[in-house]
């Protein structure tokens, strides 16, 4: 994988930096928001199944592995998809996940392409409504649509607004369980449900749960040897510990009409 220069390690969002010092996920509800939705994903072997902003593919790989389904996984960032398809190499589920360059906005899919359509973190950073149309629309009738979502689970304090939504991540926008129901709805699906959690996966609670203690240590291991990646961490994580008594997930999950 492209080493980056310290320039860029600057200029990475918190979700690409994670992924370049080998943190596998990187979504607000962490593996548990992951399990809640793959519960209600109704997976089989003969699912097709398309992860739009895969990240490094780790829910992909999971899919692959438990249920042995065929799974597309696009994502618009060359440094996710480098280390998605090198991820994806080393499960050895290279015959089932094919990793691709892919935007949310425009997915290159024929309507109702795919039995099964997941969205971990995206729709947020971008045109909220017409993702979820783009997501609704390459899904065939019957099938499901399940993605995880930031809201405020109390409203923030003034700072920790403008420093989550202003400083770590500019231009992400959210909203409440019951606009997230709405975006959905107008997206043409139906059965719209929503679980909600707090934000936990840079807790130290929620990122030993997320990776396990042999990935931390080793994450922590890439991030002190570099300058620029302690750099980018003190930087983050004090911003990051003011936002979070306020951010909770939410796991959306809808049926295409027939
Ligand atoms: C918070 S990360 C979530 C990654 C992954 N879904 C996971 O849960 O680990 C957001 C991802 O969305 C991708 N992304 C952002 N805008 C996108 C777009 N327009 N189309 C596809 N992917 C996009 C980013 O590159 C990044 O991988």
């Not at 249920?67 to 996710?80: F, K, L, N, R, Y």
């Not at 939504?165 to 997230?180: A, K, M, S």
Request: negative net charge; charged residues 25%.
């Amino acid at each position: 994988m492209a080493r980056l220069a310290a320039t860029e390690i600057a200029a990475l969002d918190p979700y690409k930096f994670m992924a370049v010092v080998g943190k596998r996920v990187i979504h607000p509800g962490g593996r548990e928001s992951t399990e809640s939705l793959l519960a209600r994903a109704d997976v089989t072997e003969a699912s097709r199944v398309l992860d739009v902003g895969c990240g490094v593919a780790t829910t992909a790989i999971e899919i692959a592995r438990r249920h042995g389904a065929e799974v597309t996984a696009v994502d618009i960032s060359p440094v996710m998809l480098d280390r998605a398809a090198a991820n994806v190499r080393v499960a050895g589920v290279e015959d089932r996940v094919r990793v691709a360059a892919g935007d949310i906005l425009d997915l290159e899919f024929d309507d109702g392409a795919f039995d099964v359509v997941i969205a971990e973190a995206v729709t947020m950073f971008v045109d909220r409504r017409r993702a979820a149309a783009e997501l609704s629309r390459v899904t065939r009738s019957g099938g499901r649509v399940l993605a995880t979502e930031f809201f405020w689970r109390r409203a923030p304090s003034d700072e920790a607004r403008e420093v989550f939504l202003g400083q770590v991540c500019p231009g992400l926008e959210f909203d409440t369980v019951e606009d997230w129901t709405a975006i959905y709805g107008a997206a043409g699906l139906a059965d719209i449900e929503t679980e909600t959690g707090p934000f936990e996966m840079m807790t130290p609670r929620g990122f030993l749960a997320d990776e396990g203690l042999t990935r931390s240590l080793a994450i922590m291991g890439r991030v002190a040897v570099r300058p620029a990646h302690v750099r980018k961490m003190a930087w983050l994580m004090p911003r990051m510990a003011r936002a979070v008594p306020y951010l909770g997930y939410i796991v959306v999950t809808a049926t295409k009409p027939g």
